[in-house]
């Protein structure tokens, strides 16, 4: 177990990203193909930005990332990669819709990593994390262009299934994922839910969503 995490932490390291999480998002890149050249990226949870950096290689020049996260962000932008927006918001207050839209008024992917602090109760921790996982579909449902992909990491709780029920009916698939780099006691997983059955972003915020 420690031996597999310390590869990822020393990958991590050699490979210049800033947190092992990347290699998360690049294996289900790998399989899933979420991200393509000059897609549109926003990445809600990105400090430190390893999954915007990791991002904005794969969808190279032509394409765009939004990073947020509560604490600002400073990675540089590896040459030859999109250009990438630190946004420092949180993603509960409605301000920070306002604030993406400056930047861009809609995405072909959304990616979140979002992580409440861990109080150490696991039903407070995985309510926590559900509330933030609502909030990005909110979100989707306001930024994400339709046929967009989706992937969010959620802490299982009793309302997981529930959750992933849900998406089903907003997705044309909906896949549960356990990346190999993801540390075997953690209880997170990530949902990959790919071609979004969405209002166009515009007539979203027409309706005043
Ligand atoms: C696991 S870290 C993300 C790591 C990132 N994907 C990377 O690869 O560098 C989770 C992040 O979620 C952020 N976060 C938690 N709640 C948030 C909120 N309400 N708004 C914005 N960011 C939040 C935390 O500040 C933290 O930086």
Known sequence: MRKINDYYSQR?????????SVYKLSEIQEKFKILGKGDSVLDLGCFPGSWSLYAAEVVGP???????????????????????HWLCADIMEPEMIVQVRRIRPAFRVLVSDLAPRTTG???ADAQ??????RRTLEVAEVLLLNRGNYVCKVFQGEDFPEFVEG??????????????SSRVESREVFVVAMGFIGVAPEAASSRGL
Do not use: C, H, T
């Open 167 to 180: 998406l089903k009916e907003r997705f044309a698939m909906v896949k549960v994922q356990k990346p190999k």
């Open 121 to 123: 109760n696991r039903w």
């Open 62 to 84: 032509k394409g765009i990332v939004v990073g947020v996260d509560l604490q600002q962000a400073e990675q540089i932008p590896r040459p030859g990669g999109a250009p990438i």
């Open 12 to 20: 991590a390291k050699k490979e210049k990203y800033p947190a092992r």
């Open 128 to 133: 926590q994390s559900l509330a933030l996982v």
